[in-house]
């Protein structure tokens, strides 16, 4: 498995606003996701974060709302940008370890959108 | 899209009981299968995986598999308190996994 370290754990935000959340993994690793689960809800792929060029977003995602980075194999970020309450939700990163395709996540950054 | 569809529950089942959990995709052509368990608050934690037809055990969770069924279930034996959770059925549509809407298992003492 991996360690996978995110920031913030939760934040209340208000409308219209937007914020960055941080995942920091203890190893490279190859593969980077970001997931969405809303409340009741079970997770939803927004986009694989890709090293050194641009994510590749699932269909109702889009780049100007979820801007993401991956500067490197252990770190990546994801923006949400101009925030409606909608938008409150546990964003999760996730990574895949091993030849076995074997995902893990993070702890999750639970956004309150006011 | 490829689907992934289970019962939302909730699944009681008393203490010591064994617990059947379902999962059934929608593209024959999915290789790999993952069991998640997620605690209320928490993230999800990954229990087994599996890409065989099918048994495969570990501890007492038993994973099957029936590619020609298009079906993958989650067996756990003597079924604990802390066993209450939601556990979410996952298949794989390339490198990402797609994620069913996850059943609620209740375990009575």
């Known amino acids: 498995s991996a360690v996978i370290s995110q920031k913030p754990s939760r934040d209340i935000c208000q409308r219209g606003t937007s914020l960055t959340i941080q995942c920091q993994v203890d190893?490279?690793?190859?593969?980077m996701f970001w997931y969405r689960q809303q409340p009741g809800q079970s997770l939803t792929l927004i986009a694989t974060?890709?090293?050194?060029?641009?994510?590749?977003?699932e269909s109702g995602f889009v780049i100007d709302k979820f801007p993401i980075s991956r500067p490197n194999l252990t770190f990546s970020t994801l923006t949400v940008s101009n925030m409606s309450p909608e938008d409150s939700s546990i964003y999760l990163c996730?990574?895949?370890?091993?030849?076995?395709?074997?995902?893990?996540f993070g702890e999750g950054s639970r956004l309150t959108v006011l | 899209q490829k689907e992934v569809e289970q019962n939302s529950g909730p699944l009681s089942v008393p203490e010591g009981a064994i617990a059947s959990l379902n999962c059934t995709y929608s593209?024959?052509?999915?290789?790999?299968f993952f069991w998640y368990r997620q605690y209320s608050g928490k993230s999800p934690e990954l229990i087994m995986f599996?890409?065989?037809?099918g048994d495969k055990e570990d501890g007492r969770f038993t994973a099957q598999l029936n590619k020609a069924s298009q079906y993958v279930s989650l067996l756990i034996r003597d079924s604990q308190p802390s066993d209450s959770a939601t556990y979410l059925c996952?298949?794989?549509?390339?490198?990402?996994?797609?994620f069913g809407a996850g059943t609620i298992l209740r375990v009575k003492s």
């Open positions: 996730s990574v895949v370890v091993g030849r076995t395709g074997e995902l893990f």
């Open positions: 190893s490279q690793v190859t593969m």
């Open positions: 974060a890709n090293q050194g060029s641009e994510a590749t977003y």
């Open positions: 593209d024959r052509g999915s290789q790999s």
């Open positions: 599996i890409y065989s037809n």
């Open positions: 996952a298949v794989n549509d390339g490198n990402k996994l797609v």
